[in-house]
């Protein structure tokens, strides 16, 4: 993990991470993408995988993250209490490629504070909104 905290902390450097009240942390696990979300407020960490790998590891791996930075960045209060778990009721992919977009999909609704509603089906007008999103450089609310 040492060479793994070196690379995030390098991008943290300048980012008071307590301070954020919600951290998206996409996870890259050579095919595949899950989330990793960090509730600072409520100490809690949560894997949303669109194939329904309960992959209890890398959620681990991102608490001991934070872990770290709370000693180093001298945030006691942050050192203990946390919980991590897995959010199973979540849309789930039919296929093997649309991954990303489904972990752009969950941090979009997180971020905006919407329920986890949408299925495999929604994902073409998905991808069309996401490409609009990305030209505006804004998220947009219907979709």
Known sequence: MTKGYDGVKRWTKQVDLFSKSLLLVPIHLEVHWCLVTADIANKKICLY??????????????????????????????????????????????????????????????????????????????RKRIYKELCDCALHEQG
């Not at 669109?50 to 791996?61: C, D, F, H, P, W």
């Not at 991590?84 to 490629?97: A, K, L």
């Not at 609704?109 to 919407?114: F, I, S, V």
């Open 49 to 126: 995988d669109s194939q329904g790998n309960a992959l209890q590891k890398v959620a681990r791996n991102i608490l001991k993250y934070l872990m770290v930075e709370a000693r180093e960045r001298k945030q006691t209060d942050f050192e203990s209490g946390w919980a991590v778990s897995y959010d199973e009721i979540i849309p789930q992919q039919t296929n093997e490629n649309d991954c990303g977009v489904f972990v752009l999909e969950y941090s979009r609704r997180l971020a905006l504070e919407k329920p986890q509603q949408f299925s495999q089906k929604d994902i073409p007008k998905i």
